[in-house]
C-alpha cells in the first residue's frame, strides 16, 4: 500500500485544512480492547475518549482511503488534533422514481460535477463523511474526499446561464438534495445528561475523583465533602453555562431553517417551499425584502442588501447580476472585478430588489447549509481555532516541573504542580470644502460650497448627483456617507419612478434624480441612472451609466482615485498641472475625489444592459476635483499622545491618498515635530528596466499665517540632520508595497522597521502587511472601522472594531465608542490582566509548595495535617483570596514598558525560587525549633507523657480536663506539636504571598483599591490569629492543635512576620526592580532576540541608511541594500543603541486602520 493512498488533504490550502488517513476496523483487535476495557474498568475507554486516535490505531489497520470504513483526520496547524469519523453508505435505491444504472448516463446534468464522480453504478451508493458539519464524499474518480453542498468554481458564466438559469428537474434536484443534505444551519441543543457526561469525563474531574479517593482513604471525610461540594457547583455552572450557549445559538440560527422561498423547476414552473429543501442549482426567485436562506448568484435584475451580519457595515451593498459571456473562464475570474459583488451571502437582507423587465430577480443557489457565509461563520463558533498562547505551554512546562515534585513527595510519603484613517483618526462626517471643475485642458476657480452659492449645473454637477450608490428605502436615502454628502452638496433630490417614467426612457426599477428647490437653474429636468459599476475598494473607483430627460444618447460619469481615475482619461482632457494640483489639496489634509465623463451613442435602452465595465470605463474626459474636509477627531491627538509616551508604536493603514495620509499623520502627532518622512516608491520592472525603488525626503514647510495644517514640499536634501538622532519614517503607497514585496522581498523588513504610512492599500494588502509585521515578532493590535479592515482584523493580534453592527465576527474585540480611545484602554487592560494571571499562577504555586513543604515534614514522623486544618486553608481562606486576587482595575496610567511576557521568565522563576526557600528555612526552623522546648514530647510516641505534662503549658484549667479526658480520642498522627506549629506558619505564609503577589503600579492599582480582595486578606489573618491565640475547647478540638505557651505562638507569629518582611522586600525592591534588570541585562551583554530588535540594531551600526533621493535597481550590488551581505551575515553585530523619536520602542505597535 502506498502512502498517498492512505493519506489525503481535505480542503487543501484553506485555514481548516485537515489530513485524513484510512483504516479497516479487525474485530480481533477489537474484542482485546473489549476485554481490556473490562479489566481495567472502563479506564482503557476513557483513555480512548480522550485520544480517538489511540482507539483507531488499537482497533484498526491502515488501508487505502478507497477501502476505509474508518478515517482518522488531523489538523495541520501545530496542534496537531486528530478527529475520529466512520465512513457511512448513502443509497440512491432509497429515492422514490427510477434511476438509470447506467454508467455513461450522468444522474446531474453538469458531467464534471462530483456528485457523477461519486456514486458507483449499478450499486447507486456512494461513500461520504461528515467533519466539522461538512460533507465530503468520496471522488472515485479523482480518488479523494471532496466537498459536496456547492456549485463548483469552474462553471462560467455560461454555464451558471444556461445549465440552472432555467431550473433543475424534479429527479436532479432529489439526487442533489440526497447527496447535499438538507439546506439547513442546524445547532442542536445539547441534552443536559450529555453536557454532563462530558464534564464528568474531562482529566480534570477524574483527576480529582482520583484524589478524592486517596483523601477518603486517609479519613479526610470533612475535607473530601467539602471538595466534592465544590466540584459539583463548577460542574454544574459550567454545564448551564454551556446550555445556555447552545440554546442562544440555536434560537440565533433557527429563523433560518423556517423561511418560505419560490424557485423554478425545469418543466413545472415555479414552486414554493421551505428553504431547508433548496439545493445547489435551484433557480431562486426574490420577491422583494426578504432573508437570504443560502448563498446565492445573482444572474437576473440587481438588488441592494444589507451586509451588516458579514462585514460590520450596514451601508447598503449595491449587488450586479453575472453578465452573459461565452468564454470559458470560471465565473469569478472573468474579469478583473471583484466577484463578490455579484453573491448574494446567505445571512444578509434584501431590502430592494430591481428587475431588469425581463422577469423577476433571479439568483442560482450557490451554496447551502454549513458551506454558506453563515454557516462559516457558525461553524467558526462552534469549532474554534484552538489559541497558542505562550502562557498555556508555559504554564504546561511548569506544571509538569511541579507534578514530579509531587510524584517524589508521593514516593517519599509512602516510605517512612495598525489604523484606517477615515473615520479612526478622523471625524466619520466630511465637509464638502469645494470644487475645481476643468475647462480647455486647464482649472477652473473654486467653487466653495462654505459661499453658501448653489453648484452650477454642468456636467460636474450631474456627475455628483449620479456617481454613487444611493438607494432610496421608505422615502429616506441610504447609502455611503461620502455619497451621501456629495450629492447633498448638489441640492438635487431623488424620487423613485412614477407614472412619468416612459418620458425618462426608463423602467419602474430605476431612480430617478430631480433639480430641487434650491439647486442652481437646470435645463435637464431629471438624470435616471440605468447601470452601476458599484465601487471596489481594489478599483479604487466606480462608474453609472445615466440618462439625461430629454436627449436621445447616455452618459456614463465616473468617480474615484484621482491618481486611478486619470488613467481612464484621454490625456489632452486632464490638466498639465493635474499632479501639481493634486498635492496642494492632499498636503493641506483635504479628501480629493476626481470626476470624469463620456457620452455613449447607443440605440436602445437594452444596450446598456449588455455594456462591459472595460468599454465604459475609458476615453472619458476629466471633469475636476472634488474636495472634502476631513477633521481629526478631538481624541485622536491625546490618544497617541499617551501611546507615543507608552514607547508604542503606531502605524497608519488606509486607503486614502499618500500625501493625504502624511499630512493627518503630521497633524495628529503620529509622526512627531521635526522627524523625517521618506517617501518610497517602487515601480513593476519594464521591458527591458528591471524593478526600482527611489528614495524622496520630504521637507517640512512651515504653517501658512494663522492655518493649523501642515504644509509638505518634496525636498532634494540627501542628508537627515544627525540632531534628529534618526528620527525617520518610512510612508510609501500600496502599490509600491506590492513591488516590494514581490521584488524586493529582503528589503521589505528594513523598511517595516520605520516604517509608519502606508496609503492606497487594498483589503489584501492590509492584511499581507499586519502578517508582515507579525513576522518581524511584533505583537500587530489593529483597530478598524469598516468592511476592507475585516481581513486585517482577524489577522491581527488584537482587533478592535469601531462599527457598532456585528463586527465582533471579524473582530475579537468591538468598541461602543467610535474613536481610538478603547486602544490604550485594551492595552491597560490586557497588561493588567497578563499581570493578573501570572501573580495567580504565582500564588497558586506557592500555595500548593507552601504545603507540600509543611506535609512533607510531618510526613517524615509519620504525622498529617489535621481535616478541619485543610479545609480552613484550603477553602475558607485560600479559596476566597484566589478568585477575587486578579480583580484589581488597571493603573490609568499607560506605563513606558510592557509586564514580562513570558512565564517561564527570571524574575518569575526566581520569585517562586526564592520564596520557596524562605518557606523552606522557616517551616524547617519551626520544625526543629518546637523539639528543644521544654514541654515538648513526641505525642504519637509517648501520649502518657503528653498527658502528664498537659498542665504545664495549658492556661485554661477546664481546657486541661476536657484535653486530658478526650486526648485519646484524637489520632495520634495527627495530634501533635509539629502540626500545631507549621499550620500557623503556613497558613500565614499563604495570606502574606497572596499580598506580596498582588503588585499595584505600574500595571494594576493599588492593592486596596480592590476592597474585596483586601477586606478577606485582612479577614483571614485574624481568623488564623484568633485561631493562634483562643483557648475556646471547640475550636482546638476541630482544629485538632494543642495549647502551646503564648510565648511561643508569639515566637511564631514574629517568624511568619519577619518572613513576610524579607519576602516583601526581595520582590519589591530586587524582582520587580526594572532598573536592576536592565542592569543586569547590559552587563551580561543580552540582546532582545525578536527579528526587529535584530534590524534595528543592524541599521543603526550601517552609516549609509536610510537611503535618501536616489534609485536601487532589483539586481544592483551596489545600490541593492536587500542584498547588502553585512546585513545577511551571521556575524555578531557590535551592539549599539537605536533612538526611534528619542525612546525604545516596545515590542507592540497598533496598526491604525
Not at 481548516?16 to 479497516?24: A, C, H, I, K, T
Not at 441592494?304 to 449587488?319: A, C
Not at 435645463?523 to 447601470?531: D, F, K, M, N, Y
Not at 497608519?652 to 493627518?664: F, R
Amino acid at each position: 500500500m502506498e502512502e498517498k493512498d492512505h493519506r489525503a488533504l481535505l480542503n487543501q490550502g484553506e485555514e481548516n485544512e485537515l489530513e485524513v488517513f484510512g483504516y479497516q476496523t479487525q474485530s480481533l483487535r477489537r474484542a482485546i480492547c473489549l476485554t481490556a476495557s473490562v479489566l481495567t474498568c472502563g479506564v482503557l475507554l476513557l483513555v480512548f475518549y480522550w485520544r480517538p486516535q489511540w482507539r483507531v490505531w488499537a482497533t484498526c489497520i491502515p488501508c487505502p482511503l478507497q477501502e476505509a470504513d474508518t478515517v482518522l483526520l488531523r489538523t495541520t496547524d501545530e496542534f496537531q488534533r486528530y478527529i475520529r469519523k466512520k465512513v457511512i453508505y448513502l443509497y440512491l435505491s432509497t429515492l422514490k422514481f427510477p434511476i438509470s444504472k447506467n454508467p455513461e448516463e450522468p444522474l446531474v446534468a453538469d458531467r464534471h460535477s462530483v456528485i457523477n464522480h461519486a456514486i458507483l453504478k449499478p450499486e447507486l451508493k456512494l461513500r461520504c463523511i461528515q467533519v466539522q458539519k461538512i460533507r465530503y464524499v468520496w471522488d472515485n474518480l479523482e480518488k479523494r474526499f471532496q466537498k459536496v453542498g456547492l456549485l463548483e468554481d469552474s462553471h462560467s458564466c455560461y454555464d451558471i446561464h444556461h445549465m440552472f438559469g432555467l431550473g433543475l428537474t424534479h429527479e436532479e434536484r432529489e439526487v442533489r438534495r440526497l447527496v447535499c443534505g438538507p439546506n439547513a444551519i442546524e445547532v442542536e441543543i445539547q441534552p443536559i445528561w450529555k453536557l454532563l457526561i462530558k464534564q464528568v469525563l474531562n482529566p480534570f474531574y477524574v483527576f480529582q475523583a482520583f484524589t478524592l479517593t486517596l483523601w477518603m482513604s486517609q479519613g479526610y471525610i470533612e475535607y473530601s465533602v467539602a471538595i466534592i461540594i465544590l466540584s459539583v457547583i463548577s460542574i454544574v455552572l459550567t454545564v448551564y453555562d454551556l446550555r445556555q450557549q447552545s440554546v442562544k445559538l440555536h434560537n440565533l440560527v433557527e429563523d433560518h431553517n423556517k423561511v418560505q422561498v419560490t424557485i423554478t423547476v425545469k418543466g413545472k414552473g415555479e414552486q414554493e417551499l421551505e428553504s431547508r429543501l433548496l439545493v445547489p442549482g435551484d433557480a431562486l426567485i426574490l420577491p422583494g425584502k426578504c432573508s437570504l436562506p443560502c448563498d446565492a448568484l445573482l444572474i437576473d435584475g440587481s438588488c441592494v442588501v444589507n451586509e451588516g451580519m458579514l462585514t460590520g457595515e450596514s451601508i447598503p451593498v449595491t449587488k450586479m447580476p453575472l453578465p452573459h459571456m461565452e468564454n470559458t473562464m470560471p465565473w469569478k475570474s472573468h474579469s478583473s472585478e471583484d466577484y463578490r459583488k455579484h453573491v448574494l451571502f446567505c445571512g444578509t437582507e434584501v431590502i430592494q430588489v430591481k428587475p431588469t423587465g425581463q422577469g423577476p430577480v433571479r439568483a442560482v443557489v450557490l451554496r447551502t447549509g454549513y458551506n454558506t457565509a453563515k454557516g462559516d461563520l457558525v461553524r467558526s463558533i462552534l469549532y474554534p481555532r484552538p489559541l497558542n498562547f505562550k502562557l498555556y505551554s508555559d504554564a504546561f512546562k511548569f506544571i509538569v516541573f511541579l507534578a514530579c515534585i509531587g510524584v517524589v513527595g508521593f514516593f517519599y510519603a509512602l516510605g517512612v504542580y495598525m489604523y484606517h484613517r477615515t473615520g479612526t483618526l478622523t471625524e466619520d462626517g466630511l465637509d464638502l470644502w469645494g470644487t475645481v471643475p476643468t475647462a480647455d485642458n486647464c482649472f477652473q476657480e473654486v467653487h466653495s460650497f462654505a459661499s453658501g452659492r448653489a453648484l452650477p449645473w454642468g456636467p460636474l454637477c450631474a456627475a455628483m448627483a449620479s456617481c454613487h450608490s444611493l438607494i432610496l428605502l421608505d422615502g429616506t436615502i441610504q447609502g455611503d456617507p461620502l455619497d451621501l454628502k456629495m450629492f447633498e452638496g448638489t441640492n438635487w433630490i431623488m424620487e423613485d419612478c412614477n407614472v412619468d417614467y416612459c418620458k425618462f426612457r426608463t423602467s419602474d426599477s430605476n431612480i430617478i434624480i430631480k433639480p430641487g428647490p434650491k439647486a442652481s437653474r437646470s435645463p435637464v429636468e431629471a438624470i435616471t441612472i440605468l447601470r452601476q459599476f458599484p465601487f471596489s475598494s481594489s478599483l479604487q473607483r466606480m462608474s453609472v451609466v445615466a440618462g439625461l430627460a430629454g436627449e436621445d444618447h447616455f452618459h456614463v460619469y465616473m468617480k474615484g482615485a484621482p491618481e486611478m481615475l486619470a488613467k481612464f482619461c484621454r490625456s489632452e482632457t486632464v490638466p498639465r498641472n493635474f499632479p501639481q494640483e493634486l498635492r496642494n489639496y492632499t498636503m493641506q489634509g483635504f479628501r480629493v475625489i476626481a470626476l470624469a465623463h463620456k457620452t455613449l451613442s447607443l440605440g436602445k435602452l437594452s444596450e446598456v444592459d449588455s455594456l462591459s465595465r472595460e468599454k465604459v470605463e475609458s476615453e472619458l474626459t476629466f471633469l475636476g476635483l472634488l474636495i472634502m474636509a476631513n477633521r481629526l477627531k478631538k481624541e485622536t491627538k491625546p490618544v497617541l499622545k499617551e501611546l507615543r509616551e507608552a514607547c508604542i508604536r503606531t502605524v497608519m493603514i488606509t486607503g486614502d491618498n499618500l500625501q493625504t495620509a502624511i499630512t493627518v499623520a503630521k497633524n495628529s502627532e503620529m509622526i512627531p515635530q521635526g522627524n523625517q518622512v521618506i517617501l518610497v516608491e517602487a515601480n513593476e520592472p519594464e521591458e527591458f528596466v528591471p524593478a526600482s525603488v527611489t528614495w524622496q525626503l520630504v521637507e517640512n514647510q512651515e504653517n501658512g499665517p494663522g492655518k493649523n495644517e501642515t504644509y509638505i514640499n518634496i525636498g532634494n536634501s540627501s542628508v537627515l540632520p544627525e540632531e534628529q538622532g534618526n528620527c525617520y519614517h518610512f510612508a510609501m503607497s500600496g502599490k509600491s508595497y506590492q513591488v516590494l514585496f514581490q521584488h524586493f522581498n529582503s528589503l521589505l523588513p528594513k523598511i517595516l522597521v520605520n516604517g509608519t504610512i502606508f496609503a492606497r492599500m487594498s483589503p489584501g494588502q492590509k492584511s499581507s502587511l499586519v502578517e508582515e509585521f507579525q513576522k518581524l515578532n511584533y505583537y500587530v493590535g489593529m483597530c478598524g472601522d469598516g468592511a476592507n479592515d475585516c481581513g486585517a482584523l482577524k489577522m491581527a493580534h488584537a482587533g478592535i472594531s469601531l462599527s457598532e453592527q456585528e463586527a465582533s465576527v471579524a473582530s475579537p474585540f468591538t468598541s461602543k465608542t467610535a474613536n481610538i480611545e478603547c486602544v490604550p484602554h485594551l492595552i491597560k487592560e490586557g497588561r493588567a490582566a497578563l499581570v493578573s494571571s501570572f501573580g495567580v499562577f504565582k500564588y497558586l504555586t506557592m500555595y500548593g509548595i507552601i504545603q507540600f513543604i509543611g506535609a512533607s515534614l510531618l510526613y517524615w514522623q509519620l504525622q498529617l495535617f489535621g481535616n478541619y486544618q485543610y479545609i480552613v486553608q484550603d477553602i475558607a481562606i485560600t479559596l476566597m483570596v484566589c478568585l477575587t486576587m486578579s480583580s484589581t482595575h488597571a493603573y490609568p496610567k499607560l506605563a513606558p514598558y510592557r509586564p514580562a511576557g513570558q512565564l517561564l521568565s527570571p524574575p518569575l522563576l526566581l520569585s517562586v525560587l526564592l520564596n520557596t526557600c524562605f518557606t523552606c528555612i522557616v517551616q524547617i526552623c519551626a520544625f526543629l525549633y518546637v523539639k528543644q522546648q521544654p514541654w515538648y514530647c513526641e505525642v504519637y510516641r509517648y501520649s502518657e507523657c503528653f498527658l502528664d505534662n498537659q498542665s504545664n503549658f495549658s492556661t485554661n484549667m477546664s481546657l486541661e480536663r476536657n484535653w486530658t479526658g478526650n486526648a485519646t480520642l484524637i489520632p495520634g498522627s495527627i495530634l501533635s506539636f509539629e502540626s500545631t506549629t507549621l499550620w500557623p506558619i503556613g497558613t500565614i505564609n499563604c495570606i502574606t504571598v497572596a499580598f506580596i503577589f498582588s503588585k499595584g503600579k505600574p500595571f494594576r492599582k493599588p492593592i486596596y483599591t480592590n476592597y474585596v480582595f483586601s477586606f478577606l486578606l485582612i479577614t483571614a489573618l485574624g481568623l488564623t490569629v484568633f485561631i493562634m491565640f483562643s483557648d475556646f475547647q471547640a475550636i482546638y478540638r476541630r482544629m485538632e492543635f494543642i495549647p502551646t505557651t503564648t510565648s511561643w505562638r508569639v515566637s511564631i507569629l514574629v517568624a511568619a512576620l519577619i518572613q513576610f518582611c524579607v519576602a516583601f522586600f526581595v520582590e519589591d525592591a530586587i524582582l520587580q526592580n526594572r532598573e536592576l534588570w536592565l542592569l543586569i541585562k547590559n552587563k551580561l551583554g543580552f540582546c532582545s532576540k525578536s527579528q526587529y530588535r535584530n534590524w534595528q540594531r543592524k541599521l543603526a551600526e550601517d552609516p549609509t541608511w536610510p537611503p535618501t533621493n536616489r534609485t536601487d535597481y532589483s539586481g544592483d550590488s551596489q545600490n541593492g541594500f536587500y542584498i547588502n551581505q553585512g546585513y545577511e551575515s551571521p556575524e555578531q553585530i557590535p551592539k549599539g543603541k537605536l533612538q526611534q523619536g528619542g525612546q525604545t520602542t516596545e515590542q507592540h505597535f497598533w496598526t491604525r486602520l
